[in-house]
């Protein structure tokens, strides 16, 4: 069977690739793309530092057939990265939180967060537990990683607030 | 490599490549099949993919019709029945219940199949497709045969009916979320006036698929519930039980959990369940 192509888009941007049936989205992201923010912890579904968002739903790459994003939107860490150096609220409040430690969960803890917070701006302590239940942080850091996600969505509505 | 993925656009074409080739697997959500996959278990084999073929959704007419790709989330999220809803939440974690299927969880031996105790317990149907067209079989008749729906056939739905009585769901894990079930328990209890006319009792997690407490349901028909009856029931239930031996728990320490979770659940249901 040879490599077939697929058309999807990512981070924003339409993107063609040659892929093999089955290969996981993770794969295609990080060796074929070169987007190497999106981890290969344990390729079963059990770790989370894959997770990117599909049409705006955290999912867990690694168990994604790439066949299932043809024509569909992908957001990757990198996507939710602004321009020119800078860290988004949600990295800021990682960065300065101390809520990275190694850093190998940091993506995928950082996309499923952004999903929370995109649909719940003020999500309570045991939503971020929820949501963040399919990523494991093997430094065991969870706890500030909890904290950030509270700061961040602070930080975010305080923006709004400003804006509005 | 897997020899080819094949997304079929229908049920029907999807029961056609699955009879048409013996050695041709079928993938839901791909949770459990694509670790298989990426291990290389699975080459040189045909994969057909359930993905596109219209199968996802809830549909209320009295009872429930659960197409078989619903995601597992959508389950959880549901408000009636209530049991149904959490049992779908003890399903791995958030991310995940949005890419695990009712289809595959139903199918599959522990330490999946959350769903099916609660599914047994509310008399559960499945929805077949195959080479003679759709077919409608109990659960519990399903689970007799291994594997529940037969080569070349594919489930389209679970049919939740909207039966009577009051309803508990008992699960013994060593993490609230993320962790396996060690004992997971349905029961359902339908009175009239004080006599129990009607009782379920569903197993999970501690034989490779769950289990109907035949027994054990029989000997609460007819009584009122009381201790002495609850008591029968237990022992009918947990003495004909082959406990598995796993990481989570040991046999010794399911049987015991067994016992404990049926007690815990039989004694909700009679005393009107969580509605």
Redesign the interface.
Known sequence: MTPRAITFELNGEPVTTLAEPLEPLQAVVHDRLGLTGTKAGCRQGSCGSCTVQVDGEPVLSCLVPIEHVEGRSVRTIEGLTPEGGELSPLQAAFHEGFATQCGFCSPGMITAASALLERNPNPSREEIIEALSNNVCRCTGIEPIIQAVQDAAARMRALEEAAA | ?????V?ASTPEEAAELLAADPAAIV?G???TL??R???GQ?NGRR?V?L?RAGLSGIARDGGLRIGAMTPVREVAALEEPAALAEAARAV?????R??ATVGGNVLMERPYGDLVPVLLALDAELEVLGSGGTRRVPLVEALKNDPPVGAGEILTAVIVPDVDGAVSYQRCSRLA??SPSIVAVAARVRREGDAIAEARLAIGAVEPRAVRADAAEEALVGTSGDADAVNAAVAAATGALNPVDDVAASAWYRGRMAELFVRRALTEALEGGRG
């Open positions: 490599m897997v020899a080819d993925y997304l993938m959500g791909g949770t694509m670790p996959a990426t291990r699975l994969v993919g993905a791995g974690g958030a991310t995940l949005g890419q979320t993320g």
